[in-house]
């Protein structure tokens, strides 16, 4: 496999420089990008037993594939990942779950969470309000037992201590314990998700980035604010993404991330600014939400991830849980049509095909192999204004083109 992914690299820097990809900078990057994730995660799929015919097939599509067929691709392989990672922590957490094999979304013991559109089952005069939706019950597991449960299924989880990065200003990182392979989904990026429309509502507005090291944006103008998450919570609960947990003890108290003073000034958006969003079930102990906290390499160092578009179709609700985002405001949310067992983002509707609302989200995916090592993510800040001390760029024409 080491021959196999080392022709995987070549061919993935070599397609970077492509004058295929020589129009306008941001798509330019953008396509790049895709491209990257296209061999990251197929060449994940393909698994330890892969033959260099099955990377040589892989590699030949990379090159003549349309942009729409790899993201097509980028998104199922990616879902692919998910599923099976909710199906391990069913098993962990879940006291009725039987694996049977079945998707997700067809679970009998999932069944009865309702959507966000309000619908939802009668639960008794002694249950929560209509429009509350039930809490599924899970065993009482701390996230770092399950975490610890989450590694011995899958070979990893992650963890937050000191950064090993050789700045003063780099405070906490994020680490792989265990061995995430090329491809990997290694973090969700977590939080409340902002579309265009109402980037006013995100806290500190015009200055959202000011006092704030925990947001990014997709290509496409989405912008998720991970501070409300903070480091989670210690259990499954319905989570609106206007409070903020406790920051437990392995952020250092004083730390500008464990400022509840702050915290709490930043997270709390306009008023009225949620006005059809009661919030979702979420697992608040998902031991790899914790994207946020991967810290920018620093000299002579390399980055091990990189970010990772992906649209979870709300049609799966028995992943829902799992997806440590939500919505802001009441955006008609974008859609998406069903091709076999996978969704895909699409223009509109077609006869046989059915659309379906998706929650816009990101990733962090491992470029090469992962093993008891930081996190490092490239942040690719823009050029156009001053960057910090700390900041040392991985690719300043990389930087210019996501940002033109």
Same mark, same amino acid.
């Given at each position: 496999m080491?021959?196999?992914f080392?022709?995987?690299?070549?061919?993935?820097?070599?397609?970077?420089?492509?004058?295929?990809?020589?129009?306008?900078p941001?798509?330019?990057?953008?396509?790049?990008?895709?491209?990257?994730?296209?061999?990251?995660?197929?060449?994940?799929?393909?698994?330890?037993?892969?033959?260099?015919?099955?990377?040589?097939?892989?590699?030949?599509?990379?090159?003549?594939?349309?942009?729409?067929?790899?993201?097509?691709?980028?998104?199922?392989?990616?879902?692919?990942q998910?599923?099976?990672?909710?199906?391990?922590?069913?098993?962990?957490?879940?006291?009725?779950?039987?694996?049977?094999?079945?998707?997700?979304?067809s679970?009998?013991?999932?069944?009865?969470?309702?959507?966000?559109?309000?619908?939802?089952f009668?639960?008794?005069?002694?249950?929560?309000?209509?429009?509350?939706?039930?809490?599924?019950?899970?065993?009482?597991?701390?996230?770092?037992?399950?975490?610890? %449960?989450?590694?011995?299924?899958?070979?990893?989880?992650?963890?937050?201590?000191?950064?090993?990065?050789?700045?003063?200003?780099?405070?906490?990182?994020?680490?792989?314990?265990?061995?995430?392979?090329?491809?990997?989904?290694?973090?969700?990026?977590?939080?409340?998700?902002?579309?265009?429309?109402?980037?006013? %509502?995100?806290?500190?507005?015009?200055?959202?980035?000011?006092?704030?090291?925990?947001?990014?944006?997709?290509y496409?103008?989405?912008?998720?604010?991970?501070?409300?998450?903070?480091?989670?919570?210690?259990?499954?609960?319905?989570?609106?993404?206007?409070?903020?947990?406790?920051?437990?003890?392995?952020?250092?108290?004083?730390?500008?991330?464990?400022?509840?003073?702050?915290?709490?000034l930043?997270?709390?958006?306009?008023?009225?600014?949620?006005?059809?969003?009661?919030?979702?079930?979420?697992?608040?102990?998902?031991?790899?939400?914790?994207?946020?906290?991967?810290?920018?390499?620093?000299?002579?160092?390399?980055?091990?991830?990189?970010?990772?578009?992906?649209?979870?179709?709300?049609?799966?609700?028995?992943?829902?849980?799992y997806?440590?985002?939500?919505?802001?405001?009441?955006?008609?949310?974008?859609?998406?049509?069903?091709?076999g067992?996978?969704?895909?983002?699409?223009?509109?509707?077609?006869?046989?095909?059915?659309?379906?609302?998706?929650l816009?989200?990101?990733?962090?995916?491992?470029?090469?192999?992962?093993?008891?090592?930081?996190?490092?993510?490239?942040?690719?800040?823009?050029?156009?204004?001053?960057?910090?001390?700390?900041?040392?760029?991985?690719?300043?024409?990389?930087?210019?083109?996501?940002?033109?």
């Amino acid at each position: 496999m080491a021959l196999l992914f080392q022709k995987f690299q070549e061919v993935v820097k070599t397609l970077a420089k492509s004058p295929t990809f020589a129009r306008d900078p941001r798509k330019i990057q953008f396509e790049a990008d895709m491209n990257r994730l296209f061999l990251y995660t197929s060449y994940n799929r393909l698994g330890r037993n892969a033959t260099e015919t099955d990377a040589e097939e892989i590699i030949d599509m990379a090159s003549k594939a349309a942009l729409a067929d790899q993201q097509k691709q980028v998104q199922e392989n990616i879902h692919s990942q998910i599923k099976t990672l909710c199906t391990i922590m069913d098993e962990i957490l879940v006291p009725t779950f039987k694996n049977t094999g079945e998707p997700l979304s067809s679970s009998p013991h999932r069944n009865d969470t309702p959507r966000r559109s309000g619908l939802s089952f009668a639960v008794g005069k002694d249950g929560p309000p209509p429009n509350k939706p039930a809490v599924p019950e899970t065993k009482a597991l701390s996230r770092n037992e399950l975490s610890q %449960y989450l590694k011995e299924h899958s070979g990893y989880s992650l963890d937050i201590k000191p950064s090993q990065i050789p700045h003063k200003e780099a405070g906490q990182g994020l680490f792989v314990d265990g061995e995430a392979d090329v491809g990997a989904l290694v973090a969700f990026y977590p939080g409340v998700t902002y579309s265009p429309a109402y980037y006013r %509502y995100i806290p500190g507005y015009p200055r959202v980035d000011a006092s704030n090291p925990y947001l990014i944006t997709r290509y496409d103008g989405i912008v998720i604010n991970a501070q409300p998450w903070g480091t989670g919570g210690g259990t499954r609960e319905l989570w609106d993404g206007l409070t903020m947990p406790e920051i437990e003890s392995n952020v250092p108290a004083g730390s500008d991330r464990s400022s509840d003073r702050m915290w709490k000034l930043l997270s709390k958006p306009l008023e009225d600014g949620r006005r059809n969003n009661g919030g979702e079930i979420l697992e608040r102990r998902n031991p790899l939400a914790l994207g946020h906290f991967a810290n920018h390499p620093g000299k002579d160092m390399e980055p091990n991830v990189m970010v990772c578009p992906y649209d979870f179709p709300l049609t799966d609700m028995g992943m829902r849980a799992y997806i440590p985002n939500i919505l802001f405001g009441s955006d008609e949310p974008a859609k998406m049509k069903r091709f076999g067992n996978f969704w895909f983002k699409s223009g509109g509707s077609g006869n046989n095909i059915s659309d379906v609302p998706v929650l816009k989200t990101l990733v962090l995916v491992a470029t090469r192999a992962i093993c008891n090592e930081e996190v490092l993510l490239n942040y690719r800040l823009s050029n156009s204004k001053r960057r910090p001390a700390w900041y040392t760029p991985v690719d300043e024409e990389e930087d210019r083109r996501r940002w033109s």
